[in-house]
């Protein structure tokens, strides 16, 4: 199956600075990438879509200058959480979904997720 | 308003035995349902993905069925292992509203000795 990775898995940095976090596509292409926040003990909470080489559509409630994305190709798309607090510590997921027409098109591939802990 | 709901919120069962678990959803118009399993600490990892037209679908010992009239879907797991123990998530995709996909909170399953 398709495979979409992230890293770091673990990040620890103090408040007020920012951290990136990768995902990418290993085997396919996706010009499709959502990015998810989970609390423990929660479900998936949707915080962007990233197209590639066009603005994140973020949800309603979610800051988009503290939580920049950017995909700028078809396999690889960042989320820079900016001048990082304590509030932000939480397990962020992205998914890739394949390329229309593609059979992984109706599917979404999950990385393993990225522990982050702001101090 | 989409919404997908998950039941039982928790289940233990010993190993070796079997068990089912509920989403209902209210998405529409819909696209298709597909059914993960998290474990802790871990990204998603899709079990079973169904379109309107397919009424079950099975990947080893889990098996998920779909009821698109009645808006159900179940999944089933037989003969339980202790490395099933993990949250079970039901997600629903819109075929509109950009193909926006609905979670549901998630059936966390602990399977004991």
């Known amino acids: 199956g398709a495979v979409v990775s992230q890293h770091p898995s673990r990040v620890i940095c103090k408040s007020g600075t920012s951290v990136k976090i990768e995902c990418r596509s290993l085997?396919?292409?996706?010009?499709?990438m959502f990015w998810y926040r989970q609390f423990p003990k929660k479900s998936l909470m949707l915080m962007a879509t990233s197209n590639e080489g066009s603005k994140a559509t973020y949800e309603q409630g979610v800051e988009k200058d503290k939580f920049l994305i950017n995909h700028a190709s078809l396999t690889l798309s960042t989320l820079t959480v900016t001048s990082a607090h304590p509030e932000d510590s939480s397990f962020y997921i992205c998914?890739?979904?394949?390329?229309?027409?593609?059979?992984?098109?109706?599917?979404?591939?999950f990385g393993p997720g990225t522990r982050l802990t702001v101090l | 308003k989409n919404q997908v709901e998950q039941s039982p919120q928790s289940l233990i069962i010993l190993e070796g035995k079997n068990c089912t678990l509920q989403c209902n959803y209210t998405v529409s118009p819909f696209s298709n349902l597909r059914w993960y399993k998290q474990d802790t600490g871990r990204g998603p990892v899709s079990l079973t993905i169904m379109t309107f037209s397919e009424n079950t679908k099975s990947n080893g010992r889990y098996t998920a069925t779909l009821d698109a009239d009645t808006k159900q879907s179940s999944l089933h797991i037989t003969a339980s292992q202790l490395s099933d123990s993990a949250s079970y998530i039901c997600?629903?995709?819109?075929?509109?509203?950009?193909?926006?996909?609905?979670f549901g909170d998630g059936t966390t399953l602990t399977v004991k000795p």
């Open positions: 998914s890739a979904r394949g390329l229309a027409g593609a059979s992984s098109y109706n599917e979404q591939f």
């Open positions: 997600v629903v995709t819109s075929r509109t509203n950009a193909g926006k996909s609905t």
């Open positions: 085997d396919f292409q996706a010009t499709t």
